[in-house]
């Protein structure tokens, strides 16, 4: 980092190069520096339909699971691994959203199961 004469501005240079990929260009950074996280959006999305899905059952405009599955024409086994999503603690959902979640938290992950208390979801992710 270097100071310019004016003790209002600071430049900062970071070593990188462009990188052609499948058509699109990519930044790659010096070892050592990790790129930005973003959020998952598989897992994001995921998060959305169910508890836009809790809310329509919790609101009664579907009686069923297995109603809502039809109406949204999916399965209902599936329905109901995704509507597990929001049995996940807040610190967890927060963390899914901005991106900062672990390496650990990924959509498969959470669709195969996790602990229903959220101290227990917390030590293991």
Not at 58 to 65: C, K, N, Q, S, V
Request: glycine share 6%; aromatic share 6%; proline share 7%.
């Amino acid at each position: 980092m270097t100071r310019s004469a004016s003790a209002d501005t600071v430049t900062l240079r970071v070593p990188f190069r462009l990188a052609k990929r499948g058509g699109r260009k990519e930044m790659h950074l010096p070892e050592g520096i990790a790129p930005p996280r973003r959020p998952d959006d598989a897992l994001v999305k995921a998060l959305a339909r169910a508890f836009r899905w809790k809310r329509m059952i919790d609101i009664g405009r579907h009686a069923t699971i297995a109603d809502l599955a039809a109406q949204e024409g999916i399965a209902p086994s599936y329905l109901t691994r995704v509507l597990r999503l929001t049995l996940l603690a807040p610190d967890i959902v927060e963390a899914i959203l901005e991106g900062q979640q672990g390496p650990d938290v990924t959509l498969a992950r959470l669709m195969v199961g996790f602990p229903e208390e959220w101290e227990r979801q917390l030590e293991s992710f």
